[in-house]
C-alpha cells in the first residue's frame, strides 16, 4: 500500500495535469500540435495563425482560440517577429508531469499488487 505522502502526491499532479489533458482531448488542438511540430521541423521560426488558419477549415478566431487553450497549459509557446505572432511546441515540461504522474500510478499500483 502506497503511503499519504505519495498519494497526495500523485493527486497533485493529477491536479496540475488536468488542463494539459482536457488540452489533448480534443481533435483540433491536437491536430494543430501536429501541424505546429511539422512547420516547425522546417520553419525555425514556426507557424503563425494564418498559416495555421489556412491548414484548416476553422476561422482565424477559432484556431486563435485552441492556441490560447494550448499556451495556457504550456504546450505552445508564442514569440512575436516584426508584427506577427509565431507558435512553437514548448511540449517537454508538460510531458515530463505526465511521465511523472504515470509513473507514480504504476508505482502505486504494483505496491497494492504486491500486497495482494
Not at 101 to 116: A, P
Amino acid at each position: 500500500m502506497a503511503d499519504k505522502s505519495e498519494i497526495e502526491r500523485i493527486s497533485s499532479l493529477f491536479t496540475s495535469c488536468s488542463p494539459l489533458f482536457i488540452a489533448l482531448g480534443d481533435e483540433v488542438r491536437q491536430k494543430l500540435i501536429l501541424d505546429i511540430g511539422t512547420v516547425e521541423s522546417t520553419d525555425k521560426n514556426g507557424i503563425n495563425v494564418n498559416s495555421l488558419s489556412s491548414m484548416s477549415k476553422l476561422s482565424r478566431p477559432a484556431i486563435s482560440h485552441h492556441l490560447k487553450v494550448l499556451k495556457d497549459c504550456g504546450l505552445i509557446k508564442p514569440h512575436k517577429v516584426g508584427t506577427s505572432i509565431y507558435y512553437k511546441l514548448s511540449l517537454a515540461a508538460s510531458l515530463d508531469s505526465v511521465g511523472e504522474l504515470v509513473s507514480g500510478i504504476k508505482n502505486i499500483l504494483l505496491l497494492n499488487k504486491s500486497s495482494d
